[in-house]
T-cell receptor, first 115, second 111 residues
Framework: DAGVIQSPRHEVTEMGQEVTLRCKPISGHDYLFWYRQTMMRGLELLIYFNNNVPIDDSGMPEDRFSAKMPNASFSTLKIQPSEPRDSAVYFC?????????????FGPGTRLTVL | GDSVTQMEGPVTLSEEAFLTINCTYTATGYPSLFWYVQYPGEGLQLLLKATKADDKGSNKGFEATYRKETTSFHLEKGSVQVSDSAVYFCALGGSNYKLTFGKGTLLTVNP
C-alpha cells in the first residue's frame, strides 16, 4: 500500500488567499483525521471523520477552516481566507475501525506558509 | 480531561548510550498508550503500543511498559544509534477515537 497520500507537500500563499489541502487515506481505513503541528502548540487534532461523516470538529480553530470527505478515498481541508498564523504543518492520518484509540497512519504532511 | 506529560528535550546522546524518555499520563478509564516517532521531514510513525496495564510494547530495540500504578509509559533503548535521531511523542488513546499527544522530545544521537 502507498500509505496516506497528501498534496501538496509545500504551499506558500499570501494572506487572504484560499488554501486547499488534500488527503487520500489508506484503502479500507474507516477513520480519517486532520492534525496541525506548530512549535508553539505541538500536535493538535482539528477534525476527524468516520465513514466519511465528520464526528468531531471541536478542534477547528475558526470558521475560516472547513473540511470535507466526499468519499472514502478523499478528503480536503480548506482555509479561506488564510492568515499568517495558519502557517504550520498539516497532517492527515487514517486508521481502521478495529483499533481503539490508536494506530494512526500519518501522511508526510503539507507545510503551509502564509505570507 | 486526558493529558500526557513527557520530558522536555532536547536530549543529546552519544552512539550506544542508554536512552530513557519519561512519559506520564492522566486519564479516566483504561486508555491505550503509544509512542510515535517523527523523523525529519516526515509524518509520525507508530513505534510501539500497549493496550492494558503491565503490557510491554517493543519495536526496533525500543521498549515501554504500561505502569498503571505510576501512570507512566517511559520509553527506553539500551543502545541508541545515529539513525534514532528524531522527535518522539508519547500518546494516549481513550474511549473515543481521539489521541492525546505529548509535546514531543527531540533526540539527537552523535557518532
Amino acid at each position: 500500500d502507498a500509505g496516506v497520500i497528501q498534496s501538496p507537500r509545500h504551499e506558500v500563499t499570501e494572506m487572504g488567499q484560499e488554501v486547499t489541502l488534500r488527503c487520500k487515506p489508506i484503502s479500507g481505513h474507516d477513520y480519517l483525521f486532520w492534525y496541525r503541528q506548530t512549535m508553539m502548540r505541538g500536535l493538535e487534532l482539528l477534525i476527524y471523520f468516520n465513514n466519511n461523516v465528520p464526528i468531531d470538529d471541536s478542534g477547528m480553530p475558526e470558521d475560516r477552516f472547513s473540511a470535507k470527505m466526499p468519499n472514502a478515498s478523499f478528503s480536503t481541508l480548506k482555509i479561506q481566507p488564510s492568515e499568517p498564523r495558519d502557517s504550520a504543518v498539516y497532517f492527515c492520518a487514517s486508521s481502521e475501525t478495529s483499533n481503539r484509540g490508536g494506530d494512526r497512519f500519518f501522511g508526510p504532511g503539507t507545510r503551509l506558509t502564509v505570507l | 480531561g486526558d493529558s500526557v506529560t513527557q520530558m522536555e528535550g532536547p536530549v543529546t546522546l552519544s552512539e550506544e548510550a542508554f536512552l530513557t524518555i519519561n512519559c506520564t499520563y492522566t486519564a479516566t478509564g483504561y486508555p491505550s498508550l503509544f509512542w510515535y516517532v517523527q523523523y525529519p521531514g516526515e509524518g509520525l510513525q507508530l513505534l510501539l503500543k500497549a493496550t492494558k496495564a503491565d503490557d510491554k510494547g517493543s519495536n526496533k530495540g525500543f521498549e515501554a511498559t504500561y505502569r498503571k500504578e505510576t501512570t507512566s509509559f517511559h520509553l527506553e533503548k539500551g543502545s541508541v544509534q545515529v539513525s534514532d535521531s528524531a522527535v518522539y511523542f508519547c500518546a494516549l488513546g481513550g474511549s473515543n477515537y481521539k489521541l492525546t499527544f505529548g509535546k514531543g522530545t527531540l533526540l539527537t544521537v552523535n557518532p
